[in-house]
């Protein structure tokens, strides 16, 4: 089986219009001294982020707002409850011992820290039975000194929350991903250590703005995944023993379709010949063990500075869905990793033991050992310096880039949180009570409830009676049902809707 | 107290004589109030929910609890609108005048039909099972195997095949010029259009008539919504339990079905199985010209969904826990033999227990919300009875035949 997948494999990567350029570097080394210095390097990100940058720069300065609410959860007690319990600013401080629970967080603001007694950490035990150790939705969460061990699903993951920090946690064998913030924008993940994942350790999927550094990785089928997504930053990670170090991917078939502007830096990408313990049929399943950083279809992306050593397929793989052999096939999705740009690595002693799938590949073009840089596709607009350094494969129309370091971009975090999710501009009372009280009031008709005109001439100064009678009424009228309780929308909400609903004139 | 009850016994006496007057067939009346949900600003109507206080990532309209909608369509007059539910609940608009949009789209079995496939105007089951309408208006594509991008194209489906409506373009605008009320009503619902005399109903009037009240039907004001919203007391401890299951990454359903609006409208090869002697369904292969896309299908909005059973394109799953076990059975294990397909990365073996799926389950129902249900008129400008209780009646006969399968 695994033989034929490996054949189809590069069968695949030869249909699939391969590029097959001149490998080796046959013309002399030229010599070059710049005689001024190269343009700064600027991406759409970098813009953003000086945009807004005022006053004196601070680098991921990012805090969870805390309002001095303070809840302790001892060895024996719930987490669950403590959030259950807390209010938007709450610091959750968890006693170290083992909790076997799920903790889920919808709420604003919230700070879960581990308190660390002597190396002791408050451990979050999956038992091979629990699906994810911590989930989040709300903005703002700080999630930090945990041992998170034996889920079967992720073990930190949020959905959709906004200025995230996750920083100072273990996470050992921990199902399918280590720490997957998704759909959210403004993020910090920081000091992890990460091991034993069958997907991604550190997986940041369809995002904005996050930084990916200081995390070590490793024993995992990819280490640090960064899909569907804008403006990363990987740096000063650890990565090491994965199938795969640094992925920037696009996964096709998903609502968010484009990646870009990721900056891999400075991190150690070493010896990563981890066997592919995959699940079948997930994208890293088609990584070839023995890859250091992968490339697949992200536009955009800045390689500099790694440390890239050991992997024994290839350094760096740039490629298209070509390897992507397990996913449906998506139109909307570009399949090209455009604009790739390669500065100043480290690398040696890559490719010397290449993986099936690569060395069916080297074959066709008469190579036994793997390059310290491949690009399947061919990209005419990509570039490299010094290029005389590495060995190679279709990098032939690379040209020089036009700056020599990406330096000037600290972060690519936002230096203002983004702002809370209620809009300006946007006025609640009006979105509740045409997105909620309509359902039964009309402006002069019979519906369901009285028309609101009516109630208009009954409460006329006194929107707190609306309010007070929407959030617990009593029956009062025969010809109309007895209204069902709103005490679902806030008071502000009510009392916002009831003002609106006695100045509506139509 | 006394004003308090004098207004609605005006408002009685108000209806009783219209109520009189339409009885003495007089015009139709067109409302001039747009539906709930919806204000109105200058002639038209705009949705208004509160998810619309919140932002979405690059503005796709997935993510979270508060997380934005995506796009949307509006912008419809509020007579457009009540001339759009007019021709849904009108059988004038089927070949043969014995099926309306109503009869496969009932609005109290979740504007779906109850039915594993839909029944048309030939008496004869059709290739797939009728979706819902419910929250249409936020949707970029249409049909099972995404193949019309917009409400009006779609509709065309249904209205001009032999099996389902069976009529065509020319006799439905014979048919509505020729009755005189409808002439009427689309002249309030388009003024300006039938200024002049000789003025015809025309095709995209009809259509754009259609879609106006087909992008009122939202339901966005379910329990798991005030959870949402932030009243974290709407959903009990299963449900809640339920939840978790749903968006965690053993189950994975929520990197589908993502919400507000429960999908991410995105194709999806997950392999279920057709029904017992019906050939294999290639679905989105078709649309896209794209091999690898054999068997995917548009992944569904669970918002209602606990109202339109049976599930799946085929109407397979006579119930939602059928439906959500056929996700721990095994990937690709009701794939045909000699079927290749590329199932979905998500589908895969995440060993549910029977407690688990019944969670899921209880979330599920949780995203039922009707609180915008529209009124279904009892009388029809064309002077036709609505039809689509009949229909209605048959499905509940052909659901225990499905249920044998």
């Given amino acids: 089986m695994n033989k034929l997948a490996v054949a189809v494999g590069a069968l695949v990567l030869l249909g699939g219009g391969y590029f097959l350029g ?49 809840i302790v959860v001892k060895d024996g007690e719930s987490i669950q409850d403590a959030v259950k319990a807390a209010s938007p600013g709450a610091v959750i401080k968890v006693m170290p011992g083992t909790y076997k629970e799920t903790v889920y967080i919808d709420k604003d603001n919230i700070t879960l820290s581990g308190v660390i007694e002597q190396g002791r950490y408050p451990v979050l035990e999956g038992e091979g039975v629990r699906n994810d150790a911590v989930l989040y939705s709300g903005n703002g969460v700080t999630i930090e000194n945990l041992y998170i061990t034996h889920y079967k699903g992720n073990g930190i993951m949020g959905q959709a929350g906004n200025n995230y920090i996750i920083r100072n946690n273990y996470v050992v064998d921990t199902g399918v991903y280590g720490i997957f913030p998704q759909l959210g924008k403004n993020g910090i993940v920081s000091h992890n250590i990460i091991s034993g994942i069958e997907d991604a350790a550190i997986y940041v999927g369809m995002s904005d703005h996050v930084d990916v550094v200081y995390n070590q990785v490793y024993e995992s089928v990819a280490g640090i995944e960064i899909e ?20 920037a991917f696009i996964t096709p078939g998903l609502p968010i379709k484009t990646c870009g502007d990721v900056l891999i830096r ?47 397929s290839v350094g760096i793989l740039l ?34 033991n290449p993986a099936p799938l690569v060395r069916a590949f080297l074959a066709t073009q008469l190579e036994t050992q793997g390059p310290d840089i491949v690009d399947t596709v061919g990209m005419d607009d990509g570039c490299i310096l010094n290029p005389e350094r590495f060995r190679t494969l279709g990098l032939d129309k690379y040209g020089d880039c036009e700056f020599s370091n990406t330096s000037n971009v600290v972060s690519y975090t936002l230096p203002e949180p983004v702002p809370p999710r209620s809009k300006e501009g946007f006025k609640k009372g009006k979105l509740a009570y045409y997105g909620v009280c309509a359902g039964c009031h009309a402006y002069n008709s019979r519906m369901i409830g009285p028309p609101t005109q009516i109630l208009q001439a009954l409460y006329m100064d006194n929107p707190e009676g609306i309010a007070a009678y929407a959030a617990n009424p009593v029956k009062k009228r025969d010809d109309y049902p007895e209204m069902p309780p709103q005490g679902h929308l806030d008071e502000e909400t009510l009392m916002a809707a009831a003002k609106y609903m006695l100045k509506v004139k139509k | 107290m006394m004003k308090q009850y004098l207004l609605p016994a005006l408002g009685c006496l108000f209806l009783v004589l219209s109520g009189q007057l339409i009885a003495a067939e007089q015009d139709f ?49 509020p ?24 009869s496969c789209h009932h609005p109290d079995k979740g504007f779906a039909d109850g039915l594993g496939r ?109 959870y949402a919203h932030g009243y974290h007391e709407a959903l009990t401890e299963p449900e809640i339990e339920g939840m978790n299951i749903f968006r965690s990454f053993v189950a994975r359903c929520s990197e589908c079905h993502t919400p507000p609006l429960f999908t ?142």
Wanted: glycine share 8%.
């Fill in chain 2, 118 to 226: 839909s029944i048309g105007i030939t008496g004869e089951p059709v290739a797939r099972s009728a979706p819902t309408l419910w929250n249409v208006a936020f949707l970029k594509s249409f049909f099972w195997d995404a193949r019309a991008t917009t409400l009006e194209q779609q509709m065309q489906g249904p209205l001009f095949d032999a099996h389902e409506m069976g009529n065509s373009p020319d006799k439905l605008l014979a048919t509505l010029n020729g009755i005189p009320a409808y002439r009427d009503l689309f002249a309030q619902a388009w003024p300006e259009d039938f200024a002049s005399d000789g003025a015809q109903i025309r095709l995209d009037q009809i259509y754009a008539a259609i879609t106006a009240f087909q992008v009122s039907l939202i339901s966005l004001n379910s329990r798991y919504d005030h």
């Fill in chain 1, 319 to 352: 490629t298209d869905f070509s390897l992507a052999t397990s996913a449906a096939k998506d139109p909307d999705s570009e399949p090209n990793p455009n604009r790739p740009k390669i500065l100043n690595n480290i690398m040696q002693n890559n490719g010397t």
């Fill in chain 2, 79 to 102: 007579q457009q609108t009540d001339l759009g539910r007019y021709l849904f609940f009108d059988p004038a608009l089927s070949g043969d005048g014995s099926v309306s949009c109503a």
């Fill in chain 1, 228 to 247: 569907n997504s804008r403006h990363a930053l990987v740096e000063a990670n650890y990565v090491y023993n994965n199938t795969g170090g640094i992925l």
């Fill in chain 1, 266 to 312: 400075n991190n150690f990408v070493v010896n990563n010949n981890h066997e592919n313990f995959a699940i079948p049929g997930s994208l890293v399943s088609n990584i070839p063990a023995g890859a250091g950083i992968l490339n697949m279809a992200c536009d955009d992306v800045v390689i500099e500075g790694n440390i890239i050593t050991g992997n024994d």
């Fill in chain 1, 22 to 70: 001149q490998g080796k570097q046959s013309e002399p080394t030229v010599i070059k001294v710049a005689s001024e210095p190269k343009a700064a390097f600027t991406s759409s990100g970098s813009d953003e982020v000086a945009a807004a940058t005022t006053g004196a720069l601070s680098v991921r300065s990012l805090e969870t707002p805390t309002s001095g609410e303070l």
């Fill in chain 2, 264 to 405: 991410n409208q995105q194709i999806a090869v997950i392999g279920t199985p057709d029904p017992e002697g019906m050939p294999f369904d290639i679905g989105a292969q078709k649309t896209l010209k794209e091999p690898s896309q054999r068997g995917g299908f548009k992944v569904p909005s669970l918002r209602n969904i606990d109202l339109t059973a049976p599930y799946m394109h085929s109407g397979r799953f006579a119930t939602l826990r059928d439906a959500a076990e056929f996700y721990t059975d095994g990937r690709g294990h009701a794939v045909p033999e000699g079927e290749e397909l590329k199932i979905h990365w998500h589908i895969w073996e995440p060993k549910l227990s029977d407690d688990e799926l019944d969670r899921l389950v209880d979330f599920m129902k949780t995203l039922t919300d009707e609180s915008f249900k529209p009124d279904q008129p009892d009388r029809l400008p064309s002077g036709m009875k609505p039809v689509h209780n009949d229909i209605a009646q048959l499905g509940s006969n052909h659901d225990v035949e499905t249920q044998h399968e």
């Fill in chain 2, 29 to 77: 009346q067109l409302k001039e109030d747009c539906p709930p949900g919806f204000e109105l600003t200058t002639g038209h109507c705009e949705l208004r929910s509160l998810y619309q206080m919140y932002p979405s990532l690059v503005g796709a309209g997935v993510g979270g609890l508060k997380t934005g909608l995506p796009e949307w369509r509006d912008g419809f007059t």
